[in-house]
């Protein structure tokens, strides 16, 4: 009982890593650029979301929506002003761009925001109002899952199957892939390019917004480097999964969150990030290209 | 009014002065080729006329506009249309995508018939419709190129050395298919190292060496001249 409350928490986990390395796989699989500010995007929607209720006195699904908007718009702002300068650049020159995008963002959070850390009030609460847990019980009790966590696994699920579904029928997802493999093919059938680059900045940054506040529901101190680490993590299960491969995204992110939550449950609290990393590295010695990418020598 | 009109048109990559002030004309109707070797500026004349490329001087007018400050995405519904060298086919998307693409500018009522009208005129495309267009052979891949690009139904069709890499059966066949276009309406402008194949469908051709145009006539004139069989028709 005790091993499947573990799963389900690294389950809950990793979907929340799914949803951001969805974002970080989509913009690099048309952008061919690890936007490293991803990451950040997602603190921003965090505290987006807390103004709105804090604030705002808006609802937690509300301000949801309100982090989702801004950090759509925010996503465009930064691909328009900081990347699609860059479109002829060296790749060096794009990354390192993406990290002065990124402690841009964290020092505005920081200046805005101050360094006192917020307290997030989850989007479900954990407990109900007569103090009973809000969550769904299993096995005479033994087993309990908060409807938060049920909430999360469904909305990665979800917007896996949306995002599976759009890009392989609607039209401005089938112009994303065709842009994806070959810019100038694609602009002599009549697809704009810059465009369609900038609407997959937009769906990624809405999907850091949801995972922003999937995320400080779970961990309920905001501070402006909240985004940094799962940034990190959920960019590894994009590598893990293979870069460029939506299902990739979702199975990296789901293993990366069970490998996390059982080091720490079995092995030890400060080994977690170190198990991680050793099951990527020696998944990259095995295969170069992620679990599910396609690897494709270089042309020369 | 000629449908394209190039006029000393000179483009660099940076300081390499690829194309040396060319000027030629296609009319509505024609086919036109430009022959010449391998590095001449073929390629560089095409997408500088669909605006991949930009020249450093020089005109091109297109069905009496000038296109130089149009990107190339919204040349497409000018009725300007290009088939890649190397093809460039969406490899990881099917057969049936890909015409799809073609007809991105198209209003989407009218996809299915332009569709239909590609496999007619590309059976095999049909019987592999469902398939991924990188699964494809070589000659397939052409053939898919030259669909799409008929999707966004065309003034002009630009074809950059479709014959490129296929068996001499295969390249009979796809100039038959050139000619069939030719013959329904639809104005060519092809590209071509092999010089012999392209000055038998051509009504006029021009030679391209080095980014000058040394020669020009029509297809049967410059297949005759002394000069072409030396350089391109091996003797
Ligand atoms: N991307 C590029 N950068 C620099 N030089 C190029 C580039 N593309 C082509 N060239 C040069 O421009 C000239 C014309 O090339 P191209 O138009 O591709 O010739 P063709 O299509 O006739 O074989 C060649 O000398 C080639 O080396
Ligand atoms: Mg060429």
């Known amino acids: ?300 | 009014m000629s449908l394209l009109e190039v006029n000393d048109l000179h483009v660099y990559y940076g300081a390499i002065h690829a194309i040396k002030g060319i000027s030629f004309k296609v009319e509505e109707g024609e086919i036109v080729t430009l022959i010449g070797a391998n590095g001449a500026g073929k390629s560089t004349t095409l997408k500088t006329i669909s605006g991949l490329l930009h020249p450093r001087s020089g005109s091109v007018s297109f069905d009496g506009k000038s296109t130089l400050s149009i990107p190339p995405h919204k040349l497409v519904s000018y009725g300007l249309a290009q088939v890649p060298e190397g093809r460039a086919v969406f490899l990881q998307m099917t057969v049936a995508e890909n015409l799809e693409m073609g007809a991105y500018t198209r209003p989407p009522l009218e996809v299915a018939d332009s569709m239909a009208k590609v496999y007619d005129l590309f059976p095999r495309l049909k019987e592999r419709e469902k398939q991924i267009a990188g699964t494809l052979s070589g000659g397939e891949q052409q053939m898919l190129a030259m669909g799409r690009a008929l999707m966004s139904r065309p003034k002009l069709m630009m074809l950059d050395e479709p014959s490129m890499g296929l068996a001499p059966i295969l390249v009979e066949q796809i100039f038959d298919i050139i000619k069939d276009l030719h013959r329904s309406g639809t104005t060519i402008l092809l590209v071509e190292q092999n010089a012999q194949m392209a000055l038998s469908v051509a009504d006029r051709a021009y030679v391209l060496e080095t980014g000058k145009i040394t020669l020009s006539g029509t297809g049967k004139e410059l297949a005759a001249s002394e000069e072409v069989k030396k350089a391109y028709l091996g003797g």
């Open chain 1, 1 to 300: 009982m005790e091993f499947l409350s573990y799963l389900i928490s690294g389950i809950c986990l990793g979907s929340v890593y799914a949803i951001i390395a969805l974002g970080y796989t989509m913009v690099y699989g048309i952008a061919k650029m690890l936007n490293f500010a991803h990451g950040d995007v997602i603190m921003i929607g965090g505290y987006i979301s807390f103004c709105g209720f804090a604030y705002m006195g808006l609802n937690g699904w509300v301000s949801l929506l309100l982090a989702m908007v801004v950090c759509t718009v925010l996503g465009i702002l930064i691909e328009g002003l900081a990347y699609k300068p860059l479109r002829q650049a060296t790749s060096l020159a794009v990354l390192i761009t993406a990290i002065g995008v990124s402690y841009l963002l964290q020092n505005s959070a920081l200046l805005i925001w101050g360094a006192t850390p917020k307290v997030y009030a989850p989007l479900i609460p954990l407990v109900g109002p007569d103090g009973a847990p809000n969550a769904l019980r299993l096995f005479d009790g033994q087993l309990s899952i908060s409807y938060m966590s049920i909430v999360t696994m469904a909305a990665c699920v979800i917007i896996m199957a949306l995002l599976t579904w759009f890009t392989s029928r609607t039209k401005l997802g089938k112009a994303m892939r065709a842009c994806s493999e070959n810019k100038a093919a694609a602009q002599l059938m009549g697809i704009n390019v810059n465009r369609t680059i900038s609407m997959t900045f937009a769906i990624g940054s809405a999907l850091a917004a949801i995972a922003g506040v999937l995320l400080c529901s779970f961990n309920p101190t905001l501070m402006p480097t909240t985004g940094s680490m799962p940034g990190i993590r959920a960019f590894t299960a994009a590598v893990f999964g293979g870069i460029g491969s939506i299902p990739g995204a979702f199975l990296g992110g789901l293993l990366i969150g069970i490998i996390e939550a059982m080091a720490k449950a079995y092995i030890s609290t400060q080994l977690a990030n170190s198990v991680v990393f050793s099951v990527l590295i020696i998944v990259l010695l095995v295969r170069p290209a992620g679990l599910l990418g396609k690897y494709v020598p270089e042309k020369v």
